[in-house]
């Protein structure tokens, strides 16, 4: 058997290019499903595992899909705001606890979650390093976001303008990391989490400057009454949130319409749960509440059809591929019919030349398979990005 | 169209240099002599022996191993395996059959061969780049390798211009003599013969007219 691989390892040398083409062929036939097979899982296991454990998902009426996955992917696609007066109503229900998020902003490309600090609770998340944010403009971020941009406990964390050509939009605001959070393999990973109020101060609706009271220069006030004082744009806006301006950080306007993306309820019991949803069905004409679990069911059932319809193509390739290798073996036994007659006329028996063909197909067969191992180890170490891309973001 | 053998072809063959001619239907009746001593092709009557093996008695496994043992083919066009280099080409046969095992006896051999034929410095050479003499150079040593007691040449130096038709021929004489083995060669080229110790004529054995044709 060894002299017949010999053979068939110098055949195969001399016919690189065929041989190549082949082995590409079989590789892409074979990985196709497998690599299918392998993102669908994956999607299917991150989608359903956050999904499963959020009971229930408030947000503006319109599409659920984009709601939850806003409120627990993290994507890009902003649902409509709902505002902090329908927190209060779940809280004025004694039916759920309600966990705000205001998923609006970014800081390089990482997605800002306003929340509160019961949401590492509600999600068993626990610290690496540091503490919880406390104040305003404090953050905790995720594992990956400090592996990938190298920051700490300690460091500071830039967050971006919504569009860069909104001159007149918010100012960025410099945040300080108080912690980073154990990895876990979820979006939260990728995520970087302040208070509620730290993304209103972002989105510019609290903000902190210079005392007008006391300031000397007489061109920064514009007019000046009783009991209002009105400043120029000479005023200095702070851009970070440090021990001496705190307190000069205010609100302006009625709180409990300030914006929200979503909530997410945590009912007490089942029979919360199903009273809570009657009442947001029934009194609220602009609002959904929504399982999560039934959300991502019907994604997935979408994708799973698409799937199938993939396979079918995939399987109807693959016949039409091994056709195609099958005719280029038949063929190519056919230019070697005057090398088979040589070794026949020289003595070699039947079983050996059956022998050098099996090690020919044994070899491409064996690089084919390594060739697709090698990529779907590849699509492995991606797989989480590409699932990501692919379904969430 | 039958082939009825020469009388004379039955007489024991032992370390002769035997010509057969063939003339204008060379490949008509060479074929057939050819493929019947070497077991591919059975007779429909008689048989042949070698070496006091009836060959025809054979089953087809035992065949093919008497052949590959036995028997060194050398072809009108060389045949040698193009995705090979010269030296893995002389050693082919062994890696072809399981009668003969390959051993670093073998290889000393085949390099000693190649040294005796002249072409020492061309066994790391893939065999299409050799030249038509080299080329049948490494094919008579393949011919040779496993000491066969006949050696059966084809037309072995039909595509070979005249100097090397000469050179070849004087080494494959020089190595029949020195493995003490018997050359028949076929051939339809009238000036060889005076190289062979026995000549036989195809011509004389092919009738005219045959009872079933």
Do not use: K, R, V
């Given at each position: 058997m060894i002299d017949s691989l010999y053979l068939a390892w110098r055949y195969i040398c001399f016919n690189r290019i065929k041989t190549i083409t082949l082995i590409a062929c079989i590789s892409l036939i074979t990985f196709l499903p497998l690599a299918l097979k392998a993102l669908l899982s994956a999607s299917e296991h991150q989608l359903m595992s956050r999904a499963i454990t959020t009971p229930l998902l408030v947000g503006a009426k319109g599409n659920a899909l984009d709601l939850v996955m806003n409120s627990l992917y993290f994507s890009t696609e902003t649902p409509d705001f709902i505002n902090m007066k329908v927190v209060n109503k779940i809280i004025n229900s004694n039916l759920a606890q309600p966990i705000p998020l205001y998923i609006r902003f970014h800081a390089k490309e990482y997605p800002i979650i306003g929340t509160t600090i019961d949401y590492f609770e509600f999600r068993k998340r626990q610290l690496a390093s540091g503490r919880y944010f406390a104040l305003l403009g404090e953050c905790v971020i995720g594992a990956d976001v400090a592996n990938l941009l190298q920051l700490k406990k300690g460091d500071s964390l830039l967050s971006s303008p919504e569009n860069l050509f909104d001159l007149a939009g918010t100012y960025p605001l410099k945040m300080n990391i108080t912690g980073v959070l154990k990895k876990t393999n979820s979006a939260d990973d990728k995520a970087i989490f302040v208070d509620l109020k730290t993304t209103w101060v972002i989105q510019g609706l609290g903000h902190g400057h210079q005392d007008i009271r006391i300031i000397k220069d007489p061109s920064a006030i514009l007019a000046r009454s009783k009991n209002i004082l009105t400043a120029s744009e000479k005023i200095k806006q702070y851009t970070e949130i440090n021990k001496n301006n705190l307190a000069s950080f205010h609100f302006h306007g009625d709180q409990s319409i300030y914006p929200l993306t979503a909530i997410i309820a945590e009912p007490f019991d089942a029979k919360s749960a199903t009273l809570l949803r009657g009442r947001f069905l029934t009194e609220h004409e602009n609002i959904q509440i929504v399982r999560p679990k039934e959300v991502i069911d019907e994604l997935l059932g979408t994708i799973f059809k698409i799937k199938n319809f993939f396979d079918a193509i995939v399987l109807i390739v693959a016949i039409a591929m091994i056709l195609a290798i099958f005719l280029v073996f038949s063929l190519s036994l056919r230019l070697r019919q005057k090398e088979i007659n040589t070794i026949f006329h020289l003595g070699c028996s039947r079983g050996i030349i059956v022998q050098l063909i099996a090690a020919e197909i044994f070899i491409i067969g064996l690089f084919s398979g390594l060739l697709c191992l090698l990529a779907l180890f590849i699509l492995g170490h991606f797989q989480e990005q590409i699932v990501y891309k692919l379904f969430i973001s | 169209m039958p082939f009825y053998p020469p009388s004379t072809l039955h007489k024991q063959l032992h370390s002769l240099l035997c010509a057969c001619l063939c003339a204008s239907n060379a490949n008509k009746n060479s074929a057939p002599v050819v493929k019947l001593i070497s077991g591919i092709l059975l007779p429909q009557q008689g048989r042949i022996l070698i070496n006091n093996v009836s060959v025809n008695s054979l089953s087809d496994a035992s065949r093919r191993d008497f052949r590959i043992t036995n028997i060194g083919f050398i072809f009108q066009n060389f045949e040698l395996l193009d995705y090979l280099d010269a030296f893995d080409n002389i050693l082919h046969p062994y890696r072809i059959s399981n009668a003969l095992k390959l051993t670093s006896e073998i290889r000393n051999r085949a390099n000693a061969l190649a040294h005796e034929l002249g072409i020492q410095n061309k066994l790391k050479q893939p065999s299409s780049t050799l030249s038509q003499g080299e080329q049948q150079r490494t094919a008579i040593c393949r011919a040779l390798l496993s000491k066969p007691k006949i050696i059966l040449a084809?037309?072995?130096?039909?595509?070979?211009d005249p100097t090397n038709k000469t050179k070849i021929l004087e080494a494959l004489f020089h190595c029949t003599d020195k493995n003490n083995a018997t050359l028949i060669a076929v051939t339809?080229?009238?000036?060889?013969?005076?190289?062979?110790?026995r000549v036989i004529d195809f011509k004389d054995y092919c009738p005219t007219e045959t009872p079933n044709d």
């Open positions: - | 084809d037309e072995a130096t039909g595509n070979l339809h080229d009238h000036e060889l013969l005076s190289h062979f110790d």
